[in-house]
């Protein structure tokens, strides 16, 4: 094998490490995406089975975040990366965590529904609770989308999502303060259920994290902490 | 210079930035520290000057997160270092993000107390705000101290103290919702309440995610979703 054989070879390899990485990635999200769609129908369904279900599959997400982080580590230890493959491989460090993050959020939904599910259904939130749910899981698909095919664009209208799911889960938490107030009995359920709009929208902000890595990974430069117009520059 | 003495040079210039990022992260600390111990005085003081002065500080939070990550990718990709010292630079980007979090937690906590500060005072829960702020604060702080001396039995105390700040946390939130149920027009108010302390909670998560950082460093494993039975193997 000649020099330049050799090279192309190892920048070959190197150039499927990088895809495996993001095709791990890309896996992760559709399993924690349906993490999140299960557990927001186990809530509203009261399907305890359902949650039980979302929660051990939590160990497996645990373990496809380990082994991408590892990658990640072993890919830069080996190939020492120059600036933008190193970026794109500290992106997809983050964009990991977050990922995991989702999970955890997952799980606390499905915990969520298994306390509502032992008592009778109240259906006051569940709308909004399926409603913010479909919101944010089109958001992490689109994130997710846009760094598989590093599409700015695409990630910056993720970005502007968030900002209408935030607007939503104010709406929707006004709604169930005042419905506890106008039926203290209901406190501890309406509470549940107040976690799990919080957790949804968390997803919303992680959604929200993968995309502005999107954007740093095209354009170079780190978007985290800005407002949406200085984006748009 | 002498082959030698340039490779002398070059590491001794490589150990002062690693010296460095470590300090940043201890200087970013100390803030973040900082904020949450005013942003809990402000909650329970009904203080809203303070409140206003923590969510100033945010954004100088964030710009220090940006240099740190910024200063990692840089080092890693101009010294391409080996294994122990790569771990260090990806343990230093992952405890970059959870302090900025926990700023933001604490720009949460602000802006709760300065809704709080508008009615008169209610002390239903501010003991709890206190002592679980107090408690969240002294494990950021060893988990920085544990890192700054990759101290790992000090950082396995910070995933200790976490399990009980959960405990106290479920505790505290049980006793609001009992006096919401018995007093409803304090509904409003006692989500707020509510709110500061899940903000304080996820401090405490965030400093455990630091020390779990440490003992990966040190041990050169990941022990992040382990339980404490087995990080004591």
Redesign the interface.
């Known amino acids: 094998m000649s020099k330049d054989e050799f090279t192309q070879h190892i920048s070959r390899q190197f150039n499927e490490e990088l895809e495996e990485v993001r095709s791990h990635l890309l896996t992760m999200g559709g399993l924690v995406e349906k993490q999140v769609i299960e557990a927001v129908d186990a809530l509203v369904n009261a399907d305890s089975a359902k949650a039980m279900d979302v929660l051990s599959v939590e160990?497996k997400i645990?373990?496809m975040?380990?082994a991408i982080?590892?990658e990640c580590?072993r890919i830069?230890?080996l190939r020492?990366p120059?600036?933008s493959d190193?970026?794109l491989l500290?992106a997809a460090?983050?964009v990991n965590?977050d990922l995991e993050r989702v999970g955890d959020e997952a799980s606390k939904v499905a915990k969520m529904s298994i306390e509502l599910a032992e008592d009778s259904v109240l259906p006051k939130g569940y709308v909004e609770v399926r409603h913010i749910g479909a919101h944010v899981c089109s958001m992490l698909r689109d994130a997710l989308d846009a760094f598989a095919r590093s599409d700015v664009d695409a990630a910056m209208d993720v970005v502007r999502e968030d900002s209408i799911v935030d607007m939503e889960y104010e709406s929707a938490m006004r709604q169930l303060?005042t419905f506890?107030?106008e039926d203290?009995r209901y406190?501890?359920r309406v509470?549940n259920i107040?976690w799990s709009l919080?957790s949804l929208e968390r997803i919303g902000d992680h959604a929200r994290n993968i995309a502005e890595q999107v954007i740093y990974l095209v354009r170079g430069k780190?978007v985290?902490?800005r407002s949406l117009n200085e984006l748009s520059d």
Chains 1, 2 share one sequence.
Do not use: C, G, W
């Open positions: 160990k645990n373990a975040e380990l982080d590892e580590t830069i230890a020492q120059a600036a190193l970026r500290v460090t983050k965590i303060a506890m107030m203290p406190i501890t509470l107040m919080r780190d985290r902490h």
